[in-house]
């Protein structure tokens, strides 16, 4: 039972998220856009993800078996995930400027006893690097903007990729999400990567679309000074810093 405090900051959260619903209002169809509202708020309210959880919590005039045929039929339109993300990426992205880190993790999600779960696929073990695991492929976008009070976490993009593909697919998907944002934010902000992006196709990359960037470094990245190459470790060790993290 929710305290009268939780209740209300439940209740704040639904209006808040309900009203960012409605910039996908202009893009979608009535039918669409309902679903997506009640979508939205069947999650919060029920605090699952699941259909049949969340068909309860609507308290529509019809079955529950009703109700969650009409939220699936909508949700099974191909286009419709595309369309909530241009909207979500056009939003998020105008809010970056020149200081804002923008975070891109690639990672997974196991689903290590699901057998019947649509979309499953073989996803990388990070641990042992084998390909032997259930579950599905996940990019994230966040950026991190400093405000007076602190840092504000702002979602840009996410992809859950379901189906069967290949790295070099899932890589141009990073890519095609990086040039979105570049585009939307008029190339602000300073792109961060994790070590898994050391890579010259992806410096190649960077240096085409002329955008900011962080890349982690591993062991064996090697660096030409004064002509000749020289071990990554050897020369950030020789560098005078004048901040630590």
């Not at 309900?18 to 309210?45: H, Q, W």
């Not at 002329?210 to 990554?232: D, H, K, M, P, Q």
Request: net charge positive; hydrophobic share 35%.
């Amino acid at each position: 039972m929710l305290n009268k405090q939780q209740k209300q900051a439940k209740e704040n959260l639904q209006e808040k998220l309900y009203n960012f619903m409605k910039k996908c209002r202009d893009i979608l169809s009535l039918p669409e856009y309902k679903n997506l509202a009640d979508i939205t708020l069947g999650v919060l309210k029920s605090k699952s993800v699941v259909i049949n959880q969340i068909a309860p919590e609507l308290s529509e005039e019809i079955s529950r078996k009703k109700t969650c045929e009409r939220l699936y039929r909508n949700l099974q339109k191909d286009d419709l995930a595309e369309k909530v993300q241009q909207v979500m990426l056009e939003n998020q992205s105008s809010q970056i400027d020149s200081e804002t880190a923008i975070i891109v993790d690639d990672s997974d999600i196991v689903k290590a006893k699901a057998r019947k779960m649509e979309g499953l696929k073989r996803v990388r073990d990070g641990s042992t690097g084998t390909y032997d695991r259930q579950g599905y492929d996940l990019i994230n976008l966040i950026a991190c903007k400093r405000q007076a009070e602190g840092y504000r976490i702002i979602p840009v993009s996410s992809d859950l990729v379901s189906r069967k593909i290949e790295t070099d697919s899932l890589i141009q998907l990073t890519h095609d999400r990086i040039v979105e944002v570049i585009i939307r934010s008029r190339n602000k902000g300073v792109f961060v990567f994790d070590r898994g992006y050391d890579s010259r196709a992806m410096f190649e990359f960077f240096s085409e679309h002329g955008c900011s960037y962080i890349v982690r470094s591993t062991a064996a990245r090697g660096l030409i000074v004064e002509g000749r190459e020289e071990s990554f470790i050897k020369v950030a060790k020789s560098v005078q810093r004048t901040m630590k993290v």
